[in-house]
């Protein structure tokens, strides 16, 4: 059974930072492709960024280079790091793995195979 496990949401003032981790488990990690989405209420899942098996890297376009994402293949896990976030960041975080041999980007949520709970996190002004 094929497992995501998110943690590290919370509260956080507006110009602050989080780590976001995502614990993935149940199939060899090495061959997907791993991505962080967020969903504010109301609003379709948005890509904040992903990496690829191999460690490619692919940042949303509001990400820029506050958001960084990095996995550890030893550990079975991705992270999220934000910086400087803002009151536009209040959303459910979300972390998805897709088959890496499956073709298309990582952009795109509904192309990915197995997702997470999903963590809060609250950016208060």
């Known amino acids: 059974q094929v497992q995501l496990v998110e943690s590290g949401g919370g509260l956080v003032e507006a110009g602050g930072s989080l780590t976001l981790s995502c614990a993935f488990s149940?199939?060899?990690?090495?061959?997907?492709?791993m991505g962080w989405f967020r969903q504010a209420p109301g609003l379709e899942r948005e890509f904040v960024a992903g990496i690829q098996w191999h460690s490619q890297r692919y940042s949303g376009n509001f990400a820029n280079d506050r958001f960084t994402i990095d996995r550890d293949n030893a550990k079975n896990t991705v992270t999220l790091r934000m910086n400087n976030l803002k009151g536009g960041g209040t959303a459910l975080y979300y972390c998805?793995?897709?088959?890496?041999?499956?073709?298309?980007?990582?952009?795109?949520?509904?192309?990915?195979?197995?997702w997470g709970q999903g963590t809060q996190v609250t950016v208060s002004s």
């Open positions: 998805g793995g897709k088959e890496g041999q499956r073709g298309g980007g990582l952009y795109t949520a509904r192309e990915y195979d197995y």
């Open positions: 149940g199939v060899d990690f090495n061959n997907y492709n």
